[in-house]
């Protein structure tokens, strides 16, 4: 095997072609656990990882799976750019500082708390639900394009105000522990005065 061949099944993994590098690991002479290891390496989990043993089995399940957990598995990574038809990632309990999901555009269960996330972008994520993103660092969230959400925690984080007023379908808001004005957590409450809000 070629060092131009392994280059390029190194950038199709890095690019986000990981299906195409399976694919033409398969197709020419190179030890496809190479390949799923790179790949492993790439989303940031361990191996082995709650009962499976190759990183070929992990990838495999992570790469057809729409519900994936990960919670409490010690991770300071995570790269879900590959699995594009991912439905609920629970992701919560790491040590994650960085959560990446503008390509989950199918997400509809989002809980990442307890991680130290300094961000979190979810306007590509319209379809979401729920959201859990407590006991984090973020000072600002926008839901504005999360329509459908009903069921949000963002407490005990470092936010200073919150524009819920695109999010008709919400039921249950728990913002405890930010630093939201008095005026503040007024107006939020007078969004949606139907809608359960723990401040």
Same mark, same amino acid.
């Given at each position: 095997?070629?060092?131009?061949?392994?280059?390029?099944?190194?950038?199709?993994i890095?690019? @986000?072609?990981?299906?195409? *590098?399976i694919?033409?690991a398969?197709? =020419?002479n190179?030890?496809?656990?190479?390949?799923? $290891?790179?790949?492993?390496?790439? =989303? @940031?989990?361990?191996?082995?990882?709650? @009962?499976? *043993?190759? #990183?070929?089995?992990?990838?495999?399940?992570?790469?057809?799976?729409?519900?994936?957990? /990960?919670?409490? $598995?010690? !991770?300071?990574?995570?790269?879900?750019?590959?699995?594009? #038809?991912?439905?609920?990632?629970?992701?919560?309990?790491?040590? &994650?500082?960085?959560l990446?999901?503008?390509?989950?555009?199918?997400?509809?269960g989002?809980? /990442?708390?307890n991680?130290?996330?300094?961000?979190?972008?979810?306007?590509? %994520?319209t379809a979401?639900?729920?959201?859990?993103?407590?006991?984090s660092? !973020?000072?600002? &969230?926008?839901?504005?394009? %999360?329509?459908?959400?009903?069921?949000?925690? /963002?407490?005990? %984080?470092?936010?200073?105000?919150?524009? &819920? $007023?695109c999010?008709? #379908?919400?039921?249950?808001?728990? *913002?405890? @522990?930010? %630093?939201?004005s008095?005026s503040?957590?007024a107006?939020?409450?007078e969004t949606?005065?139907?809608?359960?809000m723990?401040?």
């Amino acid at each position: 095997m070629t060092k131009e061949y392994i280059a390029q099944l190194e950038q199709l993994i890095i690019s @986000g072609n990981e299906y195409l *590098a399976i694919q033409l690991a398969k197709s =020419i002479n190179v030890d496809i656990a190479d390949v799923y $290891s790179s790949i492993l390496k790439k =989303i @940031g989990l361990p191996l082995p990882f709650r @009962g499976y *043993a190759t #990183a070929e089995e992990i990838v495999t399940r992570f790469l057809q799976e729409s519900f994936f957990y /990960c919670s409490s $598995s010690k !991770l300071a990574k995570l790269d879900v750019s590959c699995n594009t #038809a991912l439905e609920y990632l629970y992701c919560h309990d790491n040590q &994650l500082t960085t959560l990446d999901v503008s390509c989950n555009t199918d997400l509809k269960g989002l809980r /990442c708390h307890n991680n130290q996330l300094k961000t979190l972008d979810v306007s590509r %994520n319209t379809a979401l639900k729920v959201l859990t993103c407590h006991n984090s660092q !973020l000072e600002t &969230l926008d839901v504005s394009f %999360n329509k459908d959400l009903q069921y949000f925690r /963002c407490s005990n %984080n470092q936010l200073t105000t919150l524009d &819920l $007023s695109c999010n008709t #379908a919400l039921v249950y808001l728990d *913002a405890i @522990g930010n %630093n939201f004005s008095k005026s503040e957590q007024a107006r939020i409450q007078e969004t949606w005065p139907s809608c359960k809000m723990l401040f």
